[in-house]
């Protein structure tokens, strides 16, 4: 800190992010990174985007990219906002949707970033917590606020939430904006998009980091009604006209037409998880249902902080949230199967020691 800081720099508490660091022979499940590569297509669009056009601002619009996403939502191109990641969408959600005078209500285990986005954006907001199974109750929502974000599949918790409760919650606060974080929902969580239809008040946003592999791209979305679309339009505006390169624009669209990759690389990673959380059950780890990329779990004798330091000095990174309610937990992404092999091994030497 220096005396040049404003107040408001002073006293934000940021997000820390899952490390990247430079060890050889890393396992590296820490980030919930896709294992597997990005469309070919994806990567030769982005390849191509790399020219002498470089040269021009890129569409600040995104037209294209947000016309394929409409199409492939079956929604309309006012129904899609698109941002620099699903977090550069989520902070434009946090000062364009959620300040109001009531607080904003989350869950007290959800993703770490929704507290800092509230604080840079001077968000009120109380946490809900959830039960001891780590499950979201819909009725304990029922209240009065201002707004509300869920992650659905929750994360870091990795469970999902049947539709039929997103629905009811939606329904109940049609005077107040509710978003529903579906970073992790083409691993088998049940999207809201049947929601968007009949309700202005619902917000849905998406990334291209986790089942489209392409974190490095920074792209992510908004869909909703095109009352909510324009609020983002406008803090966008205000901001940052040009978040998103002509590369990622066109990467991304190449990545949504590229269905059949799509659904295989799903299938892989969602039976990868499967025998992941198989292996880990057999060395007596209780893990939580996931319907995400990742798991969440945790062994009866074995502290987290621990766990997650014996497996780094085996070269295996998994992440670890020293809060009250998560200090006991691992939360695992999942990886290719010979990264689930390395980490297999490293936790039956820890866990026979
Ligand atoms: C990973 C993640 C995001 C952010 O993804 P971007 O890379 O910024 O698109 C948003 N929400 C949740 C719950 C996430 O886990």
């Known amino acids: 800190m220096t005396p040049y800081w404003s107040a408001l720099a002073r006293d934000l508490h940021p997000y820390v992010p899952g490390e990247q660091p430079r060890i050889a022979d890393l396992v590296k499940l820490n980030t919930n990174e896709n294992p597997y590569p990005p469309s070919p297509k994806a990567l030769e669009a982005i390849r191509a985007a790399a020219n002498e056009a470089l040269r021009l601002y890129p569409d600040h619009e995104a037209k294209a990219l947000r016309a394929a996403l409409a ?17 550069e969408v989520l902070a434009h959600v946090f000062a364009a949707l959620l300040k109001h005078e009531k607080p904003l209500l989350f869950p007290d285990v959800t993703y770490s970033f929704y507290p800092v986005y509230a604080q840079l954006t001077g968000v009120v907001y109380e946490t809900v917590a959830l039960d001891a199974d780590m499950r979201l109750r819909i009725a304990d929502y029922r209240r009065s606020c201002g707004a509300i974000i869920l992650a659905n ?31 992790y929902v083409d691993y088998g969580g049940e999207s809201a998009l049947p929601l968007l239809a009949g309700h202005a008040n619902i917000l849905i946003v998406r990334t291209f980091s986790k089942s489209r592999a392409l974190a490095g791209l920074r792209v992510g979305y908004a869909l909703g009604d095109a009352g909510l679309i324009e609020a983002l339009v406008r803090v966008k505006d205000s901001f940052n006209s040009y978040p998103l390169g002509a590369p990622a624009q066109a990467g991304a669209l190449a990545s949504v037409e590229d269905e059949p990759y799509f659904q295989a690389r799903l299938k892989d990673v969602i039976a990868e998880r499967e025998r992941m959380t198989g292996e880990l059950a057999g060395l007596g780890f209780e893990v939580l249902p996931s319907a995400a990329n ?3 779990a945790r062994h009866p004798r074995l502290a987290g902080g621990d766990l997650t330091a014996a497996l780094r000095a085996r070269a295996v990174l998994v992440r670890h949230f020293a809060k009250p309610r998560t200090a006991d937990y691992l939360r695992i992404t999942v990886g290719a199967p010979a990264q689930t092999g390395r980490l297999i091994q ?7 020691l």
Do not use: Q
């Not at 870091?156 to 539709?163: G, N, R, Y």
């Open 153 to 183: 599949p929750n994360a870091p918790t990795s469970i999902a939430h049947p539709l039929g409760e997103i629905a009811a919650l939606v329904a109940d606060h049609a005077d107040i904006p509710v978003v529903i974080d579906e970073a």
């Open 346 to 352: 490293a936790l039956g030497e820890i866990v026979g």
């Open 294 to 296: 990742f798991v969440f």
């Open 71 to 87: 199409a492939y939502h079956g929604v309309t191109p006012e129904n899609v906002f698109v941002g620099n990641g699903s977090d």
